[in-house]
């Protein structure tokens, strides 16, 4: 009995203390409407509202800039390379002397060429000579035989030889045509001991070293033209056939801090299978371009509605991004939003606000998030 009595008296003892401390709570509430918050006054800052406006709308894709003309320098003939006098990240001009092949052979076949068509050239002359002296025998006979001072058959053998020394000295000619071909021939074999540039640009890649056996068609250095860049961008594939040829388009490079113009020189028909893409080529031009270079390209799609706040107007707190708006009470709150692309000095406002928001527009580094706007109510 007298543990039952404590273990009461314990119990009322805490309903009590509860009791008064949900009185004492109840005795600092304050009746709803009752309450007066001291807001800062802001002075000094100019309110405007949003209205939808409308602006040009752009398609965005990403893509590499790339030389519009690489070329892979190979060899036509095979050599051992005697001099190499480029590597990679050296300006070269068209034409250029790059890499020379052993010429040995090559400078043999030219002299006995030479010889070949020096010989043919005397029997060449040899043969004119003798048609030169059937010629002038068969007119001879050719008399006589009108004043029928020999036969007919006599008159036909100084004919028959004429007709040889002619068909002989064609033959002769066609021979020192031939040598001379062969001459020809050599002469550009020699010349393809030497390697020279296709193009006026850039040596970006070498792939053999002095001494190396060069084989007809393998890549011994790569040239990239430098006067003239492609921006190369994967688009998709709902864009087929809405894109054309010559389209004035911006491209952004950001490495380079700048933006610049170009214009679609070629779309390619297929569509990549795996990523539901096709690529086109956007020609950029300027200096400090180089292949490799990330680009950001806007592709013009027509207008579209949209909201657009002064750029000054948009205020990041960290990785947070938001704009002072003002109440119908005149209260200034600090409002998270989305924003989009840049318009001359605008922001796109995605989502956070709406139409008719007011937003603080001038001295936002005066606004404070829950001050009061000195105009007061709007």
Request: with cysteine; aromatic share 4%; net charge positive.
């Amino acid at each position: 009995m007298k543990r039952s009595g404590k273990k009461s008296a314990r119990q009322s003892l805490l309903m009590l203390l509860a009791a008064a401390l949900i009185v004492t709570g109840c005795g600092d509430r304050v009746a709803p409407g009752t309450a007066q918050v001291k807001r800062p006054a802001v002075r000094g800052v100019s309110v405007a509202s949003l209205s939808p406006a409308w602006t040009d709308d752009y398609y965005e894709a990403t893509g590499t800039i790339r030389s519009a003309s690489v070329s892979q320098v190979a060899s036509r003939t095979m050599g051992t390379i005697t001099s190499l006098l480029v590597k990679e990240g050296d300006r070269v001009e068209r034409g250029q002397l790059l890499l020379t092949l052993d010429d040995r052979d090559m400078v043999q076949r030219v002299r006995a060429a030479e010889s070949g068509v020096q010989e043919a050239s005397r029997a060449l002359d040899e043969a004119g000579q003798r048609r030169g002296l059937a010629d002038v025998t068969y007119e001879r006979y050719r008399k006589m035989f009108e004043q029928r001072a020999i036969s007919r058959q006599e008159m036909d053998q100084f004919t028959s030889q004429k007709k040889v020394a002619d068909l002989e000295y064609e033959r002769a000619g066609e021979t020192v045509h031939r040598a001379a071909a062969g001459l020809s021939e050599a002469r550009v074999m020699l010349g393809h001991t030497r390697i020279l540039s296709p193009v006026k640009g850039v040596v970006t890649e070498k792939r053999v070293e002095l001494g190396s056996m060069a084989v007809p068609g393998m890549p011994l250095l790569t040239v990239e033209e430098t006067a003239r860049f492609n921006a190369e961008i994967t688009v998709d594939e709902a864009k087929v056939g809405k894109m054309e040829s010559g389209t004035p388009v911006a491209v952004s490079i950001e490495a380079l801090g700048r933006q610049v113009t170009g214009k679609i020189v070629q779309i390619l028909p297929s569509v990549d299978p795996l990523s539901r893409t096709f690529t086109v080529k956007v020609s950029v031009s300027g200096p400090g371009l180089r292949s490799g270079l990330f680009a950001r390209v806007m592709i013009p799609q027509g207008k579209r509605e949209v909201l657009l706040a002064p750029r000054p107007a948009v205020v990041e707190r960290g990785q947070l991004v938001g704009v002072y708006t003002v109440d119908d009470k005149g209260v200034i709150l600090y409002r998270l939003v989305k924003t989009g692309r840049e318009h001359d000095g605008n922001v796109e406002i995605l989502s956070g606000l709406r139409p008719g928001d007011r937003i603080v527009v001038g001295g936002v580094e005066k606004a404070v998030d829950g001050g009061l706007w000195e105009g007061g109510k709007l």
